[in-house]
């Protein structure tokens, strides 16, 4: 299977419940997952990064992206067609 945007992906509220969920799914299946959460404990390894991240703060958000970015983790934007 190709992947036209890498095997990175982004996942916000993944500290828990319905967000760790699918991080744990992609990670199994050789994702890179980027686990943003407002409260957590960051870790840059294994299969699953742990990003504190708060989606409704602008700094906080520029401040994951440039993380990502630095980890080789571009970010890309999909839309449905």
């Keep these: 299977m190709r992947y036209p945007h890498g095997k990175s992906i982004l996942i916000t509220g993944?500290?828990?419940?319905?967000?760790?969920?699918p991080a744990e799914l992609f990670a199994r299946n050789g994702f890179t997952v980027y686990a943003a959460a407002r409260r957590c404990e960051e870790?840059?390894?294994g299969p699953i990064i742990n990003i504190r991240m708060d989606a409704c703060d602008e700094?906080?958000?520029l401040r994951a992206?440039?993380?990502i970015e630095a980890q080789g983790g571009g970010i890309q934007t999909?839309?449905?067609p």
């Design 14 to 21: 993944a500290s828990s419940g319905i967000g760790l969920a």
């Design 43 to 45: 870790s840059a390894e």
């Design 65 to 67: 992206r440039g993380f």
């Design 78 to 80: 999909a839309t449905a």
């Design 59 to 61: 700094a906080s958000v």
